[in-house]
């Protein structure tokens, strides 16, 4: 049976969205292989991955303008051969500098994702299909991190780490093969700018005008609630609840799971309810911070703390496309690109800053403080997310000059 041209598209979107977040975290299983094969510090390893990353987040929102003046497809293609390339070319590397330069260069390629990505789905998608779209989108990328250390454990122990990159890496090529054969079906955003009444603004003014540092704000606290609860919740609960680490890990599984399942959840509500989407993630945001707030207050057992971390994640979860969707909504016609690039760039800061001053707390004696701080993390965010919304309704239509 032939597949729906929406479910292609999904398809070949994904496809590359996976490959992104696979690779991040394929190179961190290699890292006591590379430590010997190399002789370099746990620094110098970690250097790689944060290189990576931050290449991405810098260069996320510039591609963004390209992508809204040149069109999409381009960018995904080269991005995601560059990607792909350059995890397979670290196979050949006989020094460790070399590895970290193709990781800045898998970094490139790896910051035309998500401009490229929501701007083709913009396009390509019908707008009662947009909100299970980004979900299916945001799904790919949670199965390529989890997905990217076992399966890479395991062919590191076929084939050695060498062939396991060469494997990975090429991965990418039928990717690129596949959306050149059906490119056709991706369209990409309307870039017309309709007759308005409202502000000229340049796409920089356009990026810090008040609505889009606010959505930027909701993304990145919420990035930042993320990134400690999945940096901390383990040492938390053993070091505050006495949990054993086992259960502790499980309750941290029981999290991502949730979350992950979220995403979809998220996405049907999204379309089916577009009208009412803030008070959904509004309602959401706020029962995952409850739940972290039970779990340091209410003095329970180990097995009931899983069902409420995944509540936790399942709540946080199902807001993540929903709040997608007001992010799109907000964007001025054609300028996906740039207003994507833009505010995504807050989930890879958000996520970096709190694991740092988290751990100092608990070094500190404070650990029964982190999952307080989570909460209030989240509830903030909804200020910042609700105030986006507010911005975006009472501004006045707006056109951005070609540039």
């Not at 370099?40 to 991405?56: E, H, K, N, P, R």
């Not at 009931?304 to 971390?309: E, G, N």
Request: one cysteine or more; aromatic letters at 10%; hydrophobic letters at 50%.
């Amino acid at each position: 049976m032939a597949l729906s041209r929406t479910t292609r598209v999904n398809l070949l979107i994904s496809n590359g969205h996976f490959l992104s977040h696979f690779y991040v975290l394929c190179m961190p299983t290699m890292f006591l292989t590379w430590r010997d094969a190399f002789e370099v510090s746990f620094t110098q390893l970690g250097m790689t991955i944060a290189m990576m990353s931050a290449t991405t987040a810098l260069l996320q929102t510039p591609v963004g303008f390209l992508v809204d003046k040149y069109g999409a497809r381009p960018f995904l293609v080269g991005g995601t051969l560059l990607m792909s390339l350059s995890i397979a070319s670290m196979s050949l590397a006989t020094s460790f500098w070399q590895i970290q330069l193709l990781a800045v260069m898998s970094g490139i390629g790896n910051s035309v994702v998500h401009p490229a990505d929501y701007a083709i789905l913009s396009g390509s998608i019908d707008k009662d299909r947009m909100g299970r779209s980004f979900a299916v989108h945001t799904l790919s990328g949670n199965i390529g991190f989890a997905t990217g250390a076992p399966v890479t454990a395991f062919l590191m122990a076929a084939i050695g780490w060498r062939g396991t990159l060469a494997t990975v890496g090429l991965l990418g090529v039928p990717v690129v093969l596949s959306i050149l054969l059906q490119c056709s079906i991706l369209k990409d955003q309307v870039r017309t700018v309709p007759k308005t009444e409202g502000a000229i603004l340049s796409g920089r003014e356009l990026l810090l005008n008040r609505t889009m540092l606010l959505f930027f704000l909701f993304f990145l606290f919420g990035a930042m609630a993320t990134g400690g609860i999945q940096a901390w919740l383990v040492t938390v609960l053993h070091t505050v609840k006495g949990i054993e680490l086992q259960l502790a890990a499980t309750a941290l599984t029981a999290y991502m799971v949730g979350s992950t399942m979220g995403v979809l959840v998220g996405g049907w509500y999204a379309d089916r309810f577009r009208d009412h989407i803030l008070p959904f993630v509004s309602g959401l945001v706020c029962l995952s911070a409850t739940m972290m707030i039970v779990i340091d207050w209410v003095n329970l057992p180990g097995l009931a703390i899983i069902p409420i971390t995944f509540i936790a994640g399942l709540s946080l979860g199902s807001s993540r496309t929903p709040r997608d969707i007001l992010l799109k909504d907000a964007a001025p016609p054609g300028q996906i690109g740039k207003v994507f690039g833009f505010v995504s760039s807050g989930l890879p800061l958000g996520g970096a800053i709190t694991p740092i001053p988290f751990g100092y707390l608990i070094d500190k004696g404070y650990p029964q403080m982190v999952l307080m701080l989570v909460a209030g993390i989240l509830f903030v965010s909804l200020l910042f997310g609700g105030s986006a919304k507010a911005s975006s309704r009472r501004g006045a239509p707006v056109a951005v000059a070609a540039e």
